[in-house]
Antibody
Framework: EMQLMESGGDLVQPGGSLRLSCAAS????????MDWVRQAPGKGLEWVGR??????????EYAASVKGRFSISRDDSKNSLYLQMNSLKTDDTAVYYC??????????WGQGTLVTVSS | QSALTQPASVSGSPGQSITISCTGT?????????VSWYQQHPDKAPKLMIY???NRPSGVSNRFSGSKSGNTASLTISGLQAEDEADYYC???????????FGTGTKVTVL
């Protein structure tokens, strides 16, 4: 069974930084593209970004709303995905999910981790 | 990149069928057969219900079906059950720099 588990969510001040982690199991992590999706309180889902696999040079793409502030990385030896968030804004307050991207769909999701940006 | 448009709420009685629409543009829903649907119960992670417009993952009830016409995709739930009460989101691959766009979400209520 595929499993994803996020961690690292916290309360942070505007302008601050935070790093989220996602631990994967139950599938060959290194073969897959991995994404981050977020959901502000009471709102809908928003795609944040993606990192490709080694065969595709670990290239990344980001939503316009986070480009230049957020960075996605991975450590295939640890089956782990990361989201480095800098220059955080109150609008970044959300539950952050990691998800496996498999042929244009997200077929496995973690339980989410809450990031609150507030002074 | 704007979110795909879904009705805010849809309701039905047990056993009935309901349909949720998801309207985009030729740059997303209309341009690709990469529309997927997700079910989300309160305080839970989303769950994939339909992918590539019409396909069901293993383990998803055949009461769920998907279709597309032009720039609008649809999710139909047949034989509505109490456990189907949840939020539903569509998603599509898109040509914009934002690779994936989600719908605004639809709350399904079982009367």
């Amino acid at each position: 069974e595929m499993q994803l588990m996020e961690s690292g969510g916290d309360l942070v001040q505007p302008g601050g930084s935070l790093r989220l982690s996602c631990a994967a199991s139950g599938f060959t992590f290194s073969d897959n593209y991995m994404d981050w999706v977020r959901q502000a309180p009471g709102k809908g889902l928003e795609w944040v970004g993606r990192i490709r696999n080694k065969a595709n040079r670990y290239t990344t793409e980001y939503a316009a709303s986070v480009k230049g502030r957020f960075s996605i990385s991975r450590d295939d030896s640890k089956n782990s995905l990361y989201l480095q968030m800098n220059s955080l804004k109150t609008d970044d307050t959300a539950v952050y999910y990691c998800a496996r991207e498999f042929y244009y769909r997200f077929d496995a999701w973690g339980q989410g981790t809450l990031v609150t940006v507030s002074s | 990149q704007s979110a795909l448009t879904q009705p805010a709420s849809v309701s039905g009685s047990p056993g009935q069928s309901i349909t949720i629409s998801c309207t985009g543009t030729s740059s997303d829903v209309g341009g690709y057969n990469y529309v997927s649907w997700y079910q989300q119960h309160p305080d839970k992670a989303p769950k994939l219900m339909i992918y590539d417009v019409t396909n069901r993952p293993s383990g998803v009830s055949n009461r769920f079906s998907g279709s597309k016409s032009g720039n609008t995709a649809s999710l139909t739930i047949s034989g509505l059950q109490a456990e189907d009460e949840a939020d539903y989101y569509c998603s599509s691959y898109t040509t914009s720099s934002t690779l994936y766009v989600f719908g605004t979400g639809t709350k399904v209520t079982v009367l």
